[in-house]
């Protein structure tokens, strides 16, 4: 297995390489990654703190890490906050982020690499959140003897640490000081590889991170004036098949305000919703102008980072993904707001979402005719309503507290020093 993985470690920046020539994602992905040692080395080399360093894959796991970055740089303000990521949909929203002192892309995982990067950084603690299993990068930092810990890790018997030849994946677990998982079914599983000796349950810091989001209480007056007074149905996150779902129901309900928020912001991809939804305006225009034209009812968001915060001026929220193999998006960012939530079948990879629904918080659909009858009978119910939002927030509420469990670790093992 050692040999695939050094093949498409070797493979994958070619492939970036040639995808970028017409792929603007892949572009970033190369362009980012230019001079990354020269820009290091300058950074690094006039920084006397010692550092933590977090990695992230994109901006989902950032949600997950950012309140366990932001409780370090409270309570050991004389650390260095590193943040890296791997994909630029977590790099380009986040790149100034101020909970770190420096942001920059994780360079690719090669031997070679993995020690330089560590010789320039010189990471006192390192914390890699959820997925993202690098093996040289891994297996250096053990070397080092430098504490690593594994935040809110998830753990599923098709992942491959439990295949007969998932030796070579087992390796990099072993890598790790501690790995902190979300639930019990994840500590069985590394119990039956003979791991659970240096793992616990923390739960999600997810819950934490969508509470600190919605407790900051942003406004967005143009956002109030579109929903007026109107039921309003925000669409989070969502893939063509979600908008092809919920087309029908959209365009023959003028007597709700919609904001649609589609996953992927390109060009093409904006057009799409332009042509499933009647009666739209982007964001970016209503921003312009501040003036909606007659008889426009939806709003096409057309910028990233608002998703989360806007959740609160629903009175539905949808989530999307749930029409694709990977399943739905984050569905505790709507719910944090004490929202009924609606999304499509595949949803079984999210433990949060299974809860939701047995909470009766959150309804799966099969198809748009579906949908449409769900939307029209919790519209129709106040009751149910108010008691699916109720159940929704107050599953939130109970699943906090994942934050303090790794930081009450980090103290008792003395990891870090004031």
């Not at 892949?26 to 362009?31: I, N, P, T």
């Not at 594994?150 to 098709?158: A, P, Q, T």
């Not at 925000?234 to 063509?240: L, Q, V």
């Not at 999304?343 to 449409?372: C, H, M, Q």
Request: glycine share 6%; aromatic share 14%.
């Amino acid at each position: 297995m050692r040999l695939f993985y050094r093949l498409f470690v070797w493979l994958y920046p070619k492939a970036a390489w040639l995808l970028s020539f017409y792929n603007p994602k892949a572009a970033l992905w190369v362009r980012g990654r230019r001079y990354q040692f020269r820009k290091l080395h300058t950074v690094f080399h006039k920084n006397d703190r010692p550092v933590v360093w977090m990695h992230c894959s994109s901006l989902g796991e950032f949600e997950q890490g950012k309140p366990l970055l932001e409780s370090i740089r409270q309570q050991y303000p004389h650390y260095f906050m590193l943040l890296t990521f791997f994909s630029p949909s977590g790099y380009e929203v986040r790149k100034n982020d101020p909970v770190a002192d420096h942001i920059c892309y994780l360079p690719m995982d090669r031997p070679y690499t993995a020690q330089k990067f560590l010789n320039i950084v010189q990471p006192s603690l390192v914390l890699f959140v959820k997925y993202e299993y690098w093996f040289y990068y891994l297996n250096e930092i053990k070397e080092r003897n430098i504490p690593l810990l594994l935040i809110s890790g998830v753990f599923r018997e098709d992942q491959p640490f439990f295949k007969w030849y998932g030796g070579f994946y087992r390796k990099m677990l072993q890598c790790f000081t501690h790995l902190f998982v979300q639930n019990k079914a994840s500590l069985l599983r590394l119990e039956q590889i003979g791991t659970a000796n240096k793992a616990s349950i923390s739960g999600d810091t997810r819950f934490d991170r969508v509470i600190q989001i919605a407790d900051t209480f942003p406004s967005f007056e143009l956002i109030e004036q579109f929903c007026n007074q109107y039921p309003v149905i925000i669409a989070g996150s969502t893939w063509t098949d979600d908008d092809e779902a919920l087309d029908h129901f959209v365009n023959h309900h003028p007597d709700i305000r919609f904001i649609i928020a589609p996953h992927d912001i390109d060009e093409d991809r904006l057009k799409e919703c332009e042509k499933l939804y009647t009666h739209t305006i982007r964001y970016s225009i209503l921003k312009e102008t501040k003036q909606l034209p007659e008889g426009v009812h939806v709003l096409i968001m057309d910028n990233m980072g608002m998703l989360s915060s806007i959740y609160r001026y629903a009175t539905i929220a949808y989530i999307g993904g749930g029409f694709g193999d990977d399943g739905i998006h984050n569905a505790l960012e709507a719910a944090v707001f004490y929202k009924p939530l609606v999304f499509g079948p595949v949803y079984d990879k999210y433990t949060e979402a299974i809860e939701l629904v047995e909470r009766e918080a959150a309804f799966s659909i099969e198809d748009a005719l579906e949908l449409e009858d769900q939307l029209a009978v919790l519209l129709s119910d106040s009751t149910l309503l108010e008691q699916a939002g109720r159940a929704a927030g107050t599953y939130v509420k109970e699943k906090s507290g994942a934050c303090n469990k790794i930081m009450d670790y980090i103290q008792a093992k003395r990891l870090l020093t004031n």
